[in-house]
């Protein structure tokens, strides 16, 4: 615990720096334009252009706002490379210096009963690297997103957020834990594969349950009442065989100036949701395409697949960990005091294996995600018929993700198609309809 208290100025001296690099670069003002119309090049004539109508919307980026979002992604590159090494690193202190040994023994003294000594340990666990991370967390989550000019809320209300996931982490985390390590203790050589069970299990139920009990927490979800918008979507929804009977708003605005929308849930849960923010500046055609692509999430049955394809992700991971764990506690397990992979204090372990893996198959995640978004996208202009307000929508996403990146760089860090792609496909399916456009 001494080690500990040392750190504090450690994490003083971090703050007060990430404090500092927000003065550094002001980009809040660069962005992107609010009304995005439709250029010459764009509108239907018998020499219509994919390529040239592509060029023309992103011609319509300030210089300025294509700095701002160029800057603002590729900086995330970085961040996903320090936010692994910051990881790995606190998990290697919480083990070298017997932090995690200490914790196991207090929950024990603190109860006799393994399951809640594995609870207790991760509450403890958990609250010891969030404030280990905290610099880091801060600048990434609350500096830097009001330096771009991203961010809506002041400190204490996005510590608040913060406050209420870190509670939603220690319950439903902690049961998972206390559940995964009795597991192991009653199955102790087919332990991976019922753990890999259970933690798909949890994913699903974690999916089906967010909708109304968890983002609830964070924001507040109400039905659209406004015809003009609700119609054309309804519309859409039932021409598609979707059993949607409301559109519902979030209002996101209190957190940040991003234009979003989701499907969300599983089953009766499931709901389409667009953010406030979109409501106000997007156009009526923006909206029809975004809704259109939501919708085409729930049509080619993208939930379900998604769960089929991270199962089998969770499925290899947990027979990676069990080979890992055994290594580790043949060689580090008595330096570090952890007395068998039955024990809590293995955690920081199982945590530095489950975040290399995830770190390594980052471009493979990221191409699943990014074709399945593309395939929604395609849905979104048929189901829509609304190729412009694609495009706007492109470019309006574009305020936080990099319009033209190079081929290997879309490869290894989007999970969704660049805003160049995005634009490109709509204006090539209006060269293929451009009779639908003409009057």
Do not use: C
Request: no cysteine; charged share 15%.
């Amino acid at each position: 615990m001494k080690r500990f208290l040392l750190l504090i100025p450690v994490l003083l001296l971090g703050l007060a720096a990430v404090a500092r690099a927000q003065n550094d670069l002001d980009l809040s003002r660069s962005q992107m334009p609010s009304v995005v119309t439709v250029p010459p090049e764009a509108q239907p004539s018998d020499h219509f252009s994919a390529d040239a109508a592509t060029e023309a919307y992103l011609a319509q980026i300030p210089a300025s706002a294509r700095a701002r979002s160029d800057a603002y992604f590729e900086g995330g590159y970085w961040l996903i490379l320090w936010d692994f090494l910051m990881s790995v690193a606190i998990f290697w202190a919480v083990l070298r210096f017997g932090w995690s040994a200490k914790m196991r023994d207090f929950a024990g003294r603190i109860s006799r009963f393994a399951f809640l000594q594995d609870f207790l340990y991760w509450v403890q666990f958990l609250i010891l690297i969030s404030l280990l991370g905290a610099p880091l967390s801060i600048y990434e989550g609350y500096f830097r997103e009001h330096q771009y000019g991203l961010a809506n809320q002041t400190f204490g209300p996005w510590l608040g957020d913060q406050l209420k996931d870190l509670a939603v982490n220690l319950i439903f985390g902690g049961l998972l834990i206390a559940v995964l390590f009795w597991i192991v203790r009653k199955l102790p050589r087919s332990w991976h594969v019922w753990g890999a069970g259970v933690t798909i299990a949890f994913f699903i139920f974690g999916i089906m349950i967010a909708p109304v009990f968890i983002f609830p927490l964070f924001n507040t979800f109400t039905r659209l009442d406004d015809p003009k918008v609700t119609a054309p979507i309804l519309a859409m929804a039932r021409a598609n065989g979707i059993p949607a009977h409301d559109v519902y708003q979030v209002d996101a605005s209190r957190q940040s100036k991003r234009m979003s929308a989701n499907v969300s849930g599983f089953g009766k849960t499931m709901r389409i949701t667009l953010n406030d923010n979109l409501l106000r500046r997007g156009s009526p055609e923006e909206i029809q395409a975004v809704m259109g692509h939501e919708m085409g999430h729930y049509v080619l049955n993208h939930i379900p697949k998604d769960l089929l394809f991270f199962s089998v992700v969770i499925v290899i991971f947990f027979a990676i960990l069990r080979w890992g764990l055994g290594w580790v506690l043949l060689h580090y397990g008595q330096d570090w005091g952890i007395r068998a992979i039955s024990d809590p204090a293995v955690l920081p372990a199982a945590l530095f294996i489950i975040t290399t893996f995830f770190f390594v198959l980052t471009p493979l995640l990221n191409s699943h995600i990014r074709t399945t978004e593309h395939e929604a996208d395609m849905f979104g202009i048929n189901a829509s018929r609304q190729p412009d307000g694609m495009a706007q929508g492109a470019i309006h996403l574009g305020e936080y993700r990099k319009m033209s990146p190079g081929p290997l760089e879309e490869f290894l860090f989007y999970d969704h198609p660049s805003g160049r792609r995005r634009i490109h496909d709509a204006m090539q399916w209006k060269a293929e309809n451009v009779g639908l456009f003409e009057h």
